[in-house]
């Protein structure tokens, strides 16, 4: 299974949205190079106002571009790097990725996926309604978050649009995502 890299976005100062960019370099243990959520630690807000010192599960922000497809049909206009991903893919079901998968983009670089995005009010904030396109409830009531995936860097390079993203399943049971 594998899939292709269709955007890349960073950004050195906190904003919603990340401007896309020819290439990307993503570092070993800390993230995107350059990236204000870059670093050992935690580095969303307000996961630092609550515990500055857990590990950062949230190196890495990727989306699937389909969802962009999914939320236009319901008249949203997104495009890579406006709900502040680092990675846009095509082709790789994100989503029903399990905890721990590893996804190996480009000649070298290797994101280890650790959970869900948890989507947050910032996006009703960028297009009113749209939160509720991408966070709802199955027939069950569960909710479903639909806003991508965060991962840590296992193994650092260079990441560009066109790069081929090559999936490996971790070995025994397999555990859906959770948010992160």
């Known amino acids: 299974m594998g899939g292709t890299v269709t ?8 904003a919603f949205t990340k401007p896309n960019r020819p290439g990307i370099t993503l570092l070993a243990g800390l993230g995107v190079e350059g990236d204000v959520h870059a670093g ?13 010192t ?23 206009t997104v495009r890579p790097g406006d709900l502040g991903e680092n990675i846009t893919t ?10 721990g998968a590893l996804l190996h983009i480009g000649p070298e670089a290797v994101v280890e996926v650790t959970g ?8 009703d904030a ?9 966070v709802g409830r199955d027939e069950t009531g ?3 978050r639909k806003a991508g995936i965060m991962g840590i860097v296992k193994a650092g390079g260079p990441v560009r649009p066109g790069d081929a993203i090559k999936v490996e399943y971790p070995d025994g049971p397999h555990r ?5």
């Open 7 to 14: 955007a890349v976005s960073t950004n050195g100062e906190y």
């Open 40 to 52: 050992v630690t935690v580095k969303h807000r307000s996961r630092m106002a609550q515990d500055p």
């Open 54 to 76: 857990q590990p950062n599960l949230r190196q890495v922000h990727l989306i699937h571009e389909e969802l962009f497809e999914e939320v236009a049909r319901e008249g949203f």
């Open 90 to 99: 095509r082709g790789v079901d994100l989503l029903g990725l399990p905890t």
């Open 116 to 123: 869900l995005r948890n989507p947050c009010v910032q996006i």
């Open 126 to 134: 960028f297009q009113d309604g749209l939160l509720k396109q991408v």
């Open 142 to 144: 569960a909710v479903v």
């Open 176 to 180: 859906p995502l959770e948010r992160v």
